[in-house]
Structures are given as C-alpha cells and as structure tokens.
C-alpha cells in the first residue's frame, strides 16, 4: 500500500490466489465390485496435478491427472451400494458427487455343504459356504427351491432341504 506522499507499507504472504474449485460431474464406469480394483475415469473442472480421490470415504490409488477434466483412480474395496466420489485438490478445495460409484456384491462362490447328505424326504438343514451371499438370496437342491432360508453372512447362508430322490444334486 503506498499513500500519496509516497510512503508505503508491505505485509509479504497476505493475499493468496487460489484456484478456482473442482467440479464433479459424472463417475464411469458408475459400478464396480465390493473388492475395489475397478479403473474408474472422473470428469469435471479445474482438476489439478497431485488432486486424490476417495470413494465412499477411503482413498482410491493410482489417481492419474489427465487434464483438468479429466482424473483416473482405481477403486478401494467397500461395501455393497451407492457412494460418494470427491476429488481434493493440492489447496484443500475438493468436490463430491454423492451416489457416483455403486459397490456391487460379485458373483456368488460356493465351496461347501454341511451336511453334504440327508433323507430324500428333506428336511435336512444345510449350511452353505462361500463368498458374495447377500441377504435375500435363494437356495434351489435339484432345481427345487429350499425352505427356511436364512442369511447368515456374506459367506454363510441357512436352508432346510426339500424332498428329493435319492443321488447326488446340484
């Protein structure tokens, strides 16, 4: 500041330029499974080298700046439905886009029954084992729906067999 009879005074590192906030516009691909690991390409503005991401509230890795448009990050692992992608430039001004990645549960893996036999009359109350149950899921012995389903766990389920005759079933 300089007044008119010349004197002036200068106070260093009192005003910053910042740049101007990112904006977030869309998430592709939109999904991705609950392990993370999906290459997901983000778009917006006033992206900046060195900006992060998370997903759902966890850091994703591998962000690349592309342009300022333009960020890949690969997804953390999380859990089952629609989170939130913010993007948090170098100056601490980030955007959110909320619902812009939705975890989903991969293919269902079984590895085991127990028991692995029982009366053809059913009744038999088995215990599946496995990855990516989820709540709602159902259980067929033979192409024949079982009774009492019970979800336990991502990698536990509960039925009760039907009636069927006697042999090996899927």
């Known amino acids: 500041m300089t007044n008119p009879d010349a004197q002036s005074v200068t106070r260093n590192n009192a005003f910053t330029y910042r740049l101007p906030t990112p904006t977030l516009t869309s998430a592709s691909p939109t999904s991705g499974t609950t392990a993370g690991g999906t290459l997901i390409t983000l778009t917006g503005t006033n992206f900046v080298t060195g900006a992060t991401v998370r997903v759902g509230g966890t850091a994703a890795t591998g962000v690349t700046f592309v342009s ?76 024949v729906s079982a009774t009492g389903v019970t979800f336990l766990s991502a990698t536990q389920v509960r039925a009760t067999t039907p009636a069927g005759t006697a042999g090996a079933r899927d």
């Open 68 to 143: 300022a448009t333009q960020l890949r990050a690969t997804t953390p692992a999380g859990t089952t439905g629609a989170k939130a992608v913010q993007v948090t430039n170098p100056d601490g001004q980030s955007a959110t886009l909320n619902g812009a990645f939705t975890y989903v549960a991969g293919a269902p893996n079984l590895s085991s029954v127990s028991p692995t036999s029982g009366p053809t009359g059913g009744g038999t109350v088995i215990t599946l084992t496995g990855t990516n149950f989820v709540s709602g899921a159902t259980v067929r012995v033979n192409g």
